[in-house]
């Protein structure tokens, strides 16, 4: 019997949908715990993604340590989690590390480098004034399960335990840059810095064979808040109007190294694979929600959503009460999440920054109503103790991804 040409073109059309969902394509989602159980609580301590593993936030959990003891603790903690999903601290490829104090910043090093032998993982370091609880110290990590397809993108610096760049399957991760000038030194002002900073950001893309259009999450981190105007300006030289990257801006206490900027790039290794999304109705612009970045940017399969906070994005008005703030930035993200195809369940990963950390009991509260639905692994601090201004209280940044949940049954 002959098909009807309506019938069959709709039957191909389901067919590529269909295929473009195959299970090999879209990546299992598994937790790293010991029983690859779904954890309760607030947050995972690990999440998988295909070969993309997130850790959550780790301190050292014994406060009368001295420092060096502190960070082998605190890596021994993440390196358990890695464990129990056949892991290592040889497959982390970035780590995000926030210090309580800047005088810290040689010792922690020393210590740090004992775990990073040979090809160390790209990094980020900040001062910051307060991590949950006595530790004193927070790292959170990403690994990658195939040492294969882990590449390094340079040399590391002199006398540092972190590599420029590392690529890790379809992702390039960039380690946190300052506004060093080749030749050592600063430049003179802080716009020529801003430039500077993206300037080294932009060696290692090209690298790694990439530029600003394969970046898909950039974290800035700035140490004055009447800098912001003058870093978005000149952030924005760096990339095509409508179609930057998602992003963070976050203001630290300190930043390593003399620098009043840092940027950490993320970045896709396939342009095919980065798509902007931006929820409809979302207005775009000078004076608008997302000035120097798209809502959210996919890379295959894994959404990187940007920093936001609990403001009404059509009105432009925030409370200055907790609760709505987290569940208006709740909304935001939701509708991020329901324009891309997910939910709050989909989330893997997520950076949330407290301007005080008094506020972290009362915030969790909240918080477990959406998302923790997965959970995703969590970073949780206060970045700087009075740099920023205005009555924001909560801000937040999280990657989620379309995946197949492999849970382990009760029993097994």
């Known amino acids: 019997m002959k098909m009807r040409r309506s019938s069959y073109t709709i039957f191909i059309l389901c067919l590529a949908a269909g295929l473009a969902y195959l299970p090999g394509q879209v990546p299992e989602k598994k937790f790293m715990t010991a029983d690859g159980k779904r954890p309760g609580g607030l947050f995972a301590p690990g999440v998988m993604v295909g070969k993309t593993a ?28 890695l464990q129990a999903s056949g892991m290592d601290l040889k497959n982390v490829v970035h780590n995000f590390c926030y210090l309580e104090d800047s005088s810290w910043y040689a010792e922690f090093n020393k210590a740090y480098a004992e775990f990073f032998p040979g090809h160390p993982p790209a990094r980020t370091t900040l001062g910051v004034p307060s991590v949950p ?23 590391p610096p002199a006398g540092f335990p972190f590599s420029p760049g590392v690529v890790a399957g379809d992702i390039l991760y960039v380690s946190g840059k300052g506004d060093q000038l080749p030749q050592g030194g600063h430049p003179a002002t802080f716009e020529e810095q801003v430039r500077q900073c993206m300037k080294n950001v932009e060696a290692t893309l090209k690298q790694a064979g990439l530029d600003f259009r394969h970046a898909v999450m950039m974290h800035v981190f700035l140490d004055k808040y009447e800098n912001a105007a003058v870093a978005n300006k000149v952030y924005s030289e760096f990339f095509e109007f409508g179609n930057e990257p998602a992003r963070a801006t976050v203001f630290v206490d300190w930043i390593p190294g003399g620098s009043h900027v840092e940027v950490t790039c993320w970045a896709v290794t396939q342009l095919k694979n980065r798509k902007v999304l931006r929820p409809a109705g979302w207005k775009y612009g000078p004076g608008e929600m997302a000035m120097t970045a798209s809502p959210a940017v996919w890379a ?3 959404l990187y959503i940007s920093q936001m906070a609990g403001d009404d994005v ?9 609760e709505q703030q987290v569940r208006r930035m709740a909304g935001n993200h939701g509708e991020v999440l329901k324009a891309a195809g997910l939910d709050f369940k989909d989330i893997i990963s997520g950076h949330v920054y407290l301007k005080d950390i008094n506020d972290y009991a009362p915030m969790n509260n909240i918080y477990k109503e959406y998302y923790s639905a997965g959970p995703g692994v969590r970073t949780c601090l206060m970045p700087n103790t009075s ?21 382990i049954p009760k029993g097994k």
């Open 54 to 81: 997130y850790v959550a936030g780790r301190g050292d959990y014994k406060p009368n340590e001295e420092l060096p003891n502190k960070v082998r603790n605190c890596l021994g903690e993440i390196r358990k989690t």
């Open 300 to 302: 295959g399969q894994t």
């Open 314 to 322: 059509q009105a432009g008005s925030i409370s200055a009460d907790l």
């Open 387 to 407: 740099v920023e201004k205005g009555v924001v209280r909560v801000r937040a940044s999280f990657i989620a991804a379309k995946t197949r949940t492999m849970e």
């Open 133 to 155: 609880g006595d530790s004193r110290i927070e790292i959170t990590s990403i690994a990658y399960a195939d040492p294969k397809g882990i590449k390094y993108v340079g040399a």
